[in-house]
Structures are given as structure tokens and as C-alpha cells.
């Protein structure tokens, strides 16, 4: 599904940005659109950003109901900071919509880009409830188990063939006494 971005930008009250970005909106099903200013009044201006597809994929049912089970239920929009030009004065591209909760962590991660959580219309948000209805798996928890390693073994007298040395450093400082003597 194709998903708008609308982008309010209003005057920073921080003295090193001019202005402050932020995701206010998605709109299901919109048109094409290259940052078209939809209102404008007191310094605030949204714009119509971007319009991405918003694809679903059968494997990340899990971190769809997350997303929905959030309050509100939510998608998540990935800004990517651009160089502002004569061109495109604008600071940021849309770069992703995701429905995916695990996606958008991804992208916090990595701490280049600026994740969005925005709240999901009720039509996206039955349009995504639907598609985890239809394909979502509950996967059965398998505990891991450890291989089973006998930690009894003795190492003495095993060393670094490589290094020259007249004793093993890996054994134990009683092991080098002589048997037999006494101390």
C-alpha cells in the first residue's frame, strides 16, 4: 500500500537548528508527492514529504502485532538527514514506512537516521491486523541447549608447541614440584 508523509516544520527554540522536523502524519493510499506544502500559518508549515509503499512480508508477523499492539497502534517512519541545496532546501528525505516495530529498532541503532513512531490510521491499522490474521505462525519456543563438555579434563603438560619455554604455562604451580620431596 502506498503511504504518505506529512512533515510539520516549525521554528526551533534551539539556538543551533533553525527549524525543527517532526512525523505528524501517514496518509493511506496517497498520491505522489514531492515535499507539496498542504498548510502553512504562524512559521508552521506541513508538507505532503514523500509517498512510499508500505510492504508487508509474511515472516515479520511478530513485530507487526507489536506495533499494533502499542496505544496507540503505530508505523514507523525512517528520515534520512540530507545536505540542503538551492534544489531541495529541505533537511530530510523520507527514506522508509514500516509497520515493522523490529525494522524500526534497526534503524535507531545504527544512530544516522531518525526513527518516527507515528499512530496508524484505523484503516491502515485493520489493513495491517488483517494481513497478521491471515499469515502470522505462533513459532514454539525451543530452549538451547549446551553442548555437554567434560570440564574434568587435565591440561598439564600441554603447551604452545610454538613457544620455547622449560616449563608448561598452562600448568598449575604445585604440578612443578618434584614428587616425593619435602618442603
Given at each position: 500500500?502506498?503511504?504518505?508523509?506529512?512533515?510539520?516544520?516549525?521554528?526551533?527554540i534551539?539556538?543551533?537548528?533553525?527549524w525543527?522536523?517532526?512525523?505528524?502524519?501517514?496518509?493511506?493510499?496517497a498520491?505522489?508527492?514531492?515535499?507539496?506544502?498542504?498548510?502553512?500559518?504562524?512559521?508552521v508549515t506541513?508538507?505532503?514529504?514523500?509517498t512510499?509503499?508500505?510492504?508487508?512480508?509474511r515472516r515479520e508477523?511478530?513485530a507487526?502485532k507489536v506495533?499494533?499492539?502499542?496505544?496507540?497502534?503505530?508505523v514507523?517512519?525512517?528520515?534520512?538527514?540530507?545536505?540542503?541545496d538551492?534544489d531541495?532546501?529541505?533537511?530530510y528525505?523520507?527514506?522508509?514506512?514500516?509497520a515493522?516495530?523490529?525494522?524500526?529498532?534497526?534503524?535507531?541503532?545504527?544512530?544516522?537516521?531518525?526513527?518516527?513512531?507515528?499512530?496508524?490510521?484505523?484503516g491502515l491499522v485493520?489493513?495491517i491486523?488483517?494481513?497478521?490474521?491471515e499469515h502470522?505462525?505462533e513459532?514454539?519456543f525451543k530452549?538451547?541447549?549446551?553442548?555437554?563438555?567434560?570440564?574434568d579434563?587435565?591440561?598439564?603438560g600441554?603447551?604452545?608447541?610454538?613457544v620455547?619455554?622449560?616449563?608448561?604455562?598452562?600448568?598449575?604451580p604445585?604440578?612443578?614440584?618434584?614428587?616425593?620431596?619435602?618442603?
Amino acid at each position: 500500500m502506498h503511504v504518505g508523509v506529512v512533515i510539520r516544520r516549525s521554528p526551533s527554540i534551539s539556538r543551533w537548528a533553525k527549524w525543527s522536523w517532526k512525523v505528524v502524519d501517514v496518509l493511506p493510499g496517497a498520491p505522489d508527492a514531492d515535499w507539496r506544502v498542504l498548510r502553512e500559518g504562524n512559521g508552521v508549515t506541513e508538507y505532503h514529504a514523500a509517498t512510499l509503499p508500505l510492504t508487508l512480508h509474511r515472516r515479520e508477523t511478530e513485530a507487526y502485532k507489536v506495533a499494533l499492539a502499542m496505544e496507540p497502534p503505530s508505523v514507523y517512519v525512517v528520515l534520512r538527514p540530507t545536505e540542503p541545496d538551492d534544489d531541495d532546501p529541505h533537511e530530510y528525505k523520507v527514506f522508509l514506512v514500516t509497520a515493522s516495530s523490529f525494522e524500526a529498532q534497526d534503524y535507531l541503532d545504527s544512530g544516522e537516521e531518525i526513527v518516527e513512531q507515528v499512530p496508524a490510521p484505523p484503516g491502515l491499522v485493520a489493513w495491517i491486523r488483517d494481513f497478521v490474521d491471515e499469515h502470522h505462525v505462533e513459532e514454539e519456543f525451543k530452549k538451547r541447549r549446551r553442548d555437554r563438555i567434560d570440564t574434568d579434563l587435565s591440561e598439564d603438560g600441554r603447551g604452545d608447541a610454538r613457544v620455547r619455554q622449560t616449563a608448561d604455562v598452562f600448568r598449575a604451580p604445585g604440578a612443578l614440584k618434584p614428587k616425593g620431596t619435602i618442603h
